[in-house]
């Protein structure tokens, strides 16, 4: 048996438990707990912070307000004052020249022209129609006027039977002869009214057909709705048209639009008949015009309305779809340029800055914003003169006292 590795983790043990359970003592046989202590007598107590050096130090901007003009600035794109697709509204074989894309188009200009067929007949047949339901009037009334005559006639003679009868002059026979000549002479009148009638509805079928003729050779000849500029090609000579194929698609570029859309932020800032700016891409140039429409209906998806600008279009160097920079011109405002860092939000939700009054305390203010630009943000909604917390806004909150370091600042 070994007995070197038993005294060996017996004295591994004995140091083990001194170094763990018996460490004070250990120390002190060493005189290092001694030291500590003195070490530990001699330091001063740690003294607690004061109220002054637990304030939030901040950076702070005083900032005054100007007198801005609040224009409202939106990207947006030219469209064309009225297109339309020139229908077909019956069916027919072109028999026209196409005209081509670019043509300039005056109001009543044709467009397509279409073969006539048996249209123009079918317009004589239903003239000669009407013709033949007028000759027919004047028969009739004198029908009426003869049926009449004889009406009078009857009652001339019932009458006189009548009478007759009554003072014993006259049978009876005569008198229920006479009233039924009366009743016999009325149904005449009745029939021929009824023909003259007819003979007045046979007049206004036959003009209705002449009517409905007409218009068909009249759809024959296909023509401009107003001035403009051809999008694309006319029917092509020869292709046949049904109801409703396309003979051509005309706009019209003067006066031309511009096309944007406002946020609702901005939307109380414009109005219909404020003036308007627009620069155009790709070297297109500036341009001038008025708002005519804003939409009072916002887009669901954007929460953005519509707007409209009319711009003139004399020379037509305005195209559709370009990519336009509006500017549209509102009432000033008295507002602030602060830096787009400073802004913040309360536990409310509600956008605004963290200010610093006289006292140093600290104050929120909502804003709104009113245009964005490549120094900073224009705001209102904040005093005459403004100390803006622009360092550590977000690491105070309405009430407290904080330590503030004015750093200058120029608008």
């Known amino acids: 048996m070994r007995i070197f590795p038993i005294l060996a983790a017996i004295a591994l043990a004995a140091l083990l438990y001194m170094a763990i359970l018996e460490r004070p003592t250990l120390l002190a046989l060493f005189g290092v707990g001694t030291e500590e202590t003195a070490q530990t007598d001699t330091e001063e107590p740690v003294v607690a912070p004061t109220v002054a050096e637990k304030r939030v130090k ?12 609040s224009a409202v600035v939106l990207r947006g794109q030219t469209a064309a004052a009225r297109q339309v697709d020139v229908r ?3 069916s027919a074989i072109v028999i026209s020249e196409p005209l081509r894309k670019g043509a300039q188009i005056e109001t009543g200009q044709i467009m397509c022209r279409l073969d006539e067929g048996t249209r123009r007949a079918d317009l004589d047949q239903a003239r000669a129609q009407l013709a033949e339901a007028q000759s027919r009037v004047p028969e009739s009334e004198a029908r009426v006027q003869e049926a009449k005559a004889r009406l009078e006639e009857a009652q001339i003679n019932q009458n006189a039977s009548s009478r007759l ?4 002059f006259a049978s009876t026979t005569r008198l229920a002869s006479s009233d039924a000549a009366a009743a016999t002479a009325q149904a005449g009148v009745s029939s021929a009214q009824s023909g003259l009638s007819a003979a007045q509805s046979g007049i206004e079928a036959a003009q209705a057909a002449v009517a409905g003729a007409q218009t068909e050779l009249d759809r024959l000849v296909i023509k401009a709705p107003f001035n403009g500029m051809l999008e694309s090609d006319t029917a092509e000579l020869g292709s046949l048209l049904q109801p409703g194929a396309l003979c051509g698609t005309i706009i019209q570029l003067d006066p031309i639009k511009l096309v944007g859309f406002v946020p609702e932020t901005q939307v109380n800032l414009v109005e219909v008949g404020a003036m308007a700016g627009a620069r155009l891409a790709a070297g297109g140039g500036e341009v001038r015009g008025k708002v005519t429409f804003i939409s009072r209906s916002a887009d669901p998806q954007t929460r953005t309305f519509l707007t409209e600008i009319e711009v003139p279009n004399p020379a037509l160097k305005i195209r559709d779809g370009q990519t336009a920079e509006i500017l549209i011109a509102s009432q000033g405002a008295n507002a602030h340029l602060v830096p787009q860092s400073a802004l913040t939000l309360n536990d409310e939700g509600t956008l605004g800055m963290r200010l610093v009054d006289d006292n140093n305390i600290v104050d929120f203010r909502e804003v709104q914003i009113i245009r964005d ?5 224009w705001v209102t909604g904040l005093p005459a003169q403004a ?12 009430g407290v006292e904080v330590v503030p370091t004015f750093r200058e600042v120029t608008q």
Do not use: F, M, S
């Open 373 to 377: 630009t490549t120094k900073g943000i």
């Open 88 to 90: 077909a509204q019956t």
């Open 58 to 69: 901040v950076v702070v901007e005083r900032l005054n307000a100007q007198n801005i003009d």
């Open 165 to 168: 009868n009554e003072g014993g």
């Open 387 to 398: 100390n803006v917390i622009v360092v550590g806004q977000e690491y105070v909150v309405e």
